[in-house]
C-alpha cells in the first residue's frame, strides 16, 4: 500500500540532498543505491515525502503484486512515486520505463531504492537506459556528522564561510577519533550515541546475510561465507591474493571471487585499483581490498574498544579505511564517481591514495605517527620525483591535532581536517 512520509525530525543533512534534488527535476527516474542502513529512505522521505507516494518491495505480497501484474501495479501506485527495495522485482523496470515513455519530459516521477549498487545498477541501464539518474549513498561522512554537509576538502577552494568543518577543542581527547572508527558512520549508530555498537552490528549482519546475501547469490554454507568476510575484513587495506585467501579457507578461488562479488555489489567493501597513469613497468597492478565502514570492519575483526584498535596490529589498516571512507562518501555524495587509487612502484614510491583533481592527483600518505616531522613526507617525495607536474600538492593524514607544514608542498593533516 503506497503511503506519504513524513518528515524526520532527527534527520542528520546530506550531501547528496542538493544533487538528487537537481537529478529529480532533469530526469523521470533516479536510482539511490548504498548499502543497508545508509539512510536511503530516511532522504527519500526527507526531500520528497510530501509530493511522492511510497511502497517498500520487500514484503513478500507487495512483490508478488508488482512481479505478477506490473502494468496494474504501477496503475494502483501511480507517480510520482517512490519505490524501495527495487531490487527485490527488477521485471517491474520495463514497464516503469513505458510509464515514462508516457511523460517523457517530466522529471521526479520514479525515485528507485535499492541495497544493491552493481547488480541494480546493470538492471537499471538495460531497461532505464537514457531516463535514470543513478547516485549513491553511503554511511555518513563525518562532514554530515559533524553538520558541515557541504565542508570542501583540503585541496579545494572553500565555497563559504558557513561550509568548513566547525573548529574543534583545543584540547580534545585522543581517544575521540577512534570512538569514532568503532562506532563507524551507519546514521543510526549516530543518532543514538549511546547505543551498543557491538550489538547493532551484530544485527545489521544477520539481516545482511539473510536478506541481501541469499537473495543475490545461491551460498549454501552461510558459516564459510562469514568466515570469507572475517578472513578479508583481517586483511583488509592489503593487496587483494584470492589464491591465498580461498587457501586458507579450503575453497576453490573462484568462489572466493564470487563472494568478493557479492560484497562490492552490496557496498560492503570497495576495491581500490593501482593508478592506471603510465610510468613504466615498475607499478604493481594487484588491487587492493577495503570495507566500506569501519565500524563493520572493527566488529568483524573483535576490536570493542579505543586503545585497543589504535596500538594493535590493524591500528594502520583502520586509519588507512577511515580516510578512504571519508574520501568516498564525499566524492559520491557529490553525485561524483570516488576517483581514488594507490600507486605501488618497485622503485620506492608507495603513496596509500591519490585523489584525481584538476587534471593531476593528489596524493595521501595514512600514518598511525600523531607526531609530524618531515621524514613521513618521504614517500609523497619519492612520487612527486616519479610523476611531475601531474603530482599536486601531497598530505600526510595522521591521527593527530597538528596541521604543520612538511616542505616541498606537503603538509602534515589531522584526520578530523579532512
Given at each position: 500500500m503506497a503511503m506519504e512520509l513524513p518528515r524526520d525530525d532527527s534527520y542528520i543533512k546530506r550531501s547528496l540532498e542538493p544533487v538528487l534534488r537537481a537529478?529529480?527535476?532533469?530526469?523521470?527516474?533516479?536510482?539511490?543505491c548504498g548499502p543497508r542502513q545508509a539512510g536511503k529512505t530516511t532522504l527519500l522521505r526527507q526531500l520528497f515525502g510530501h509530493t511522492h507516494r511510497y511502497v517498500s518491495l520487500e514484503p513478500p505480497d507487495v512483490r508478488a503484486a508488482a512481479e505478477t501484474d506490473p502494468r496494474g501495479f504501477l496503475a494502483r501506485h501511480p507517480a510520482p512515486l517512490?519505490?524501495?527495495?527495487i531490487q527485490h522485482a527488477p521485471g517491474l523496470l520495463p514497464f516503469i520505463k513505458e510509464a515514462i515513455d508516457a511523460r517523457p519530459t517530466e522529471g521526479g516521477q520514479y525515485l528507485l531504492a535499492g541495497s544493491r549498487d552493481l547488480a541494480l545498477g546493470a538492471t537499471v541501464a538495460q531497461a532505464l537506459a537514457g531516463r535514470a539518474?543513478?547516485?549513491l549513498l553511503l554511511p555518513l561522512a563525518r562532514r554530515e556528522a559533524r553538520a558541515a554537509p557541504q565542508a570542501p576538502l583540503p585541496w579545494e577552494r572553500p565555497v563559504a564561510a558557513a561550509d568548513s568543518l566547525p573548529t574543534e577543542s583545543a584540547t580534545p581527547n585522543r581517544w575521540d577519533l577512534w570512538h569514532g572508527i568503532l562506532r563507524g558512520g551507519y546514521p543510526e549508530l549516530a543518532a543514538g550515541p549511546g547505543r551498543s555498537h557491538a550489538r547493532w552490528h551484530e544485527a545489521y549482519l544477520q539481516t545482511y546475510f539473510e536478506r541481501d546475501v541469499r537473495s543475490?547469490?545461491?551460498?549454501?554454507?552461510?558459516?564459510?561465507?562469514?568466515?570469507?568476510?572475517?578472513?578479508?575484513?583481517?586483511?583488509?587495506?592489503?593487496?587483494?591474493?584470492?589464491t591465498d585467501l580461498a587457501r586458507d579457507l579450503g575453497t576453490a578461488p573462484n568462489t572466493v571471487r564470487g563472494w568478493i562479488a557479492v560484497l562490492e555489489a552490496t557496498c560492503q567493501v570497495r576495491i581500490v585499483r593501482p593508478w592506471p597513469g603510465d610510468v613504466g613497468r615498475r607499478l604493481v597492478r594487484t588491487p587492493k581490498l577495503y570495507f566500506t565502514d569501519t565500524g563493520l570492519l572493527c566488529h568483524l575483526v573483535g576490536l570493542r574498544d579505543p586503545e585497543h584498535a589504535a596500538a594493535g596490529p590493524l591500528g594502520g589498516a583502520l586509519l588507512r579505511t577511515a580516510v578512504l571512507s571519508e574520501l568516498t562518501r564525499t566524492l559520491a555524495h557529490r553525485g561524483r564517481d570516488p576517483a581514488v587509487w594507490f600507486l605501488r612502484a618497485s622503485g620506492g614510491a608507495e603513496v596509500d591514495f591519490l585523489v584525481e583533481h584538476e587534471g593531476g592527483v593528489v596524493p595521501l600518505e595514512v600514518t598511525l605517527c600523531a607526531t609530524p616531522r618531515p621524514a613521513l613526507g618521504d614517500a609523497l617525495r619519492r612520487l612527486r620525483a616519479l610523476l611531475g607536474e601531474r603530482c599536486l600538492p601531497g598530505y600526510v593524514v595522521h591521527p593527530g591535532i597538528e596541521r604543520l607544514a612538511l616542505g616541498d608542498g606537503i603538509t602534515a593533516l589531522p584526520l578530523e581536517e579532512l
Open positions: 537529478a529529480a527535476g532533469e530526469f523521470p527516474a533516479v536510482t539511490l517512490i519505490l524501495d527495495e539518474a543513478a547516485l543475490l547469490r545461491a551460498i549454501g554454507d552461510l558459516t564459510l561465507f562469514y568466515a570469507c568476510l572475517r578472513a578479508l575484513a583481517a586483511r583488509g587495506g592489503q593487496l587483494l591474493n584470492v
